[in-house]
Antibody, heavy 115, light 107 residues
Framework: EVQVLESGGGLVQPGGSLRLSCAASGFTFSSYVMSWVRQAPGKGLEWVSV????????YYAGSVKGRFTVSRDNSKNTLYLQMNSLRAEDTAVYYC????????WGQGTLVTVSS | DIQMTQSPSSLSASVGDRVTITCRAS??????LGWYQQKPGKAPKRLIY???SLESGVPSRFSGSGSGTEFTLTISSLQPEDFATYYCLQHSTYPYTFGQGTKLEIK
């Protein structure tokens, strides 16, 4: 069974940093594109970032480019999202998703940016 | 960036009704579109991929159609468990973009 499980969310002050993790199982992680999607409270879905099956090809939404970095460790079946210079508008549930067509989603981890 | 315009933003309907939700892309995206259902407090669940292919395990009352710039999600006979928020997603070009969502409520 395909599973992706996010962790690492929490409360952080504006300007701070946080690293999210996504542990994958039930599929050959190294063969799949992986993405992050977020949802601010009461709002719609926003695609954040993608990393291709090779570890160095990544793309970002304009709203996070230059502040967030996606990476992966295929030996650990784990996806990461390093978030720096966090702003109040980054407050959201962050979802990890499998595949270029976002076919499977985790349950999400909540990031709250507030002083 | 490709803009996805989804309509309506909300919809009231009754059990047994047929409903249609539309997404329009600002430029052609072939059939690189998915439809997702989200219930409160839960992660989105994909219903349709490649514009018209039904995800395994999804009831056949859900169907998708379209190509290029115009896409529709149809629920042929609403069931109580279908009341949720629906989103389209284009995965043709980065950055991927979602429609604004359609909240389907019980009349």
């Amino acid at each position: 069974e395909v599973q992706v499980l996010e962790s690492g969310g929490g409360l952080v002050q504006p300007g701070g940093s946080l690293r999210l993790s996504c542990a994958a199982s039930g599929f050959t992680f190294s063969s799949y594109v992986m993405s992050w999607v977020r949802q601010a409270p009461g709002k719609g879905l926003e695609w954040v970032s993608v990393i291709r099956d090779g570890p160095t090809t990544a793309y970002y939404a304009g709203s996070v480019k230059g502040r967030f970095t996606v990476s992966r460790d295929n030996s650990k079946n784990t996806l990461y999202l390093q978030m720096n210079s966090l702003r109040a508008e980054d407050t959201a549930v962050y979802y990890c998703t499998k595949g270029g067509w976002l076919d499977s989603w985790g349950q999400g981890t909540l990031v709250t940016v507030s002083s | 960036d490709i803009q996805m315009t989804q309509s309506p933003s909300s919809l009231s309907a009754s059990v047994g009704d047929r409903v249609t939700i539309t997404c329009r892309a600002s430029q052609g995206i072939r059939n690189d579109l998915g439809w997702y259902q989200q219930k409160p407090g839960k992660a989105p669940k994909r219903l349709i991929y490649a514009a018209s292919s039904l995800e395994s395990g999804v009831p056949s009352r859900f169907s998708g159609s379209g190509s290029g710039t115009e896409f529709t999600l149809t629920i042929s006979s609403l069931q109580p468990e279908d009341f949720a928020t629906y989103y389209c997603l284009q995965h043709s070009t980065y950055p991927y973009t979602f429609g604004q969502g359609t909240k389907l409520e019980i009349k």
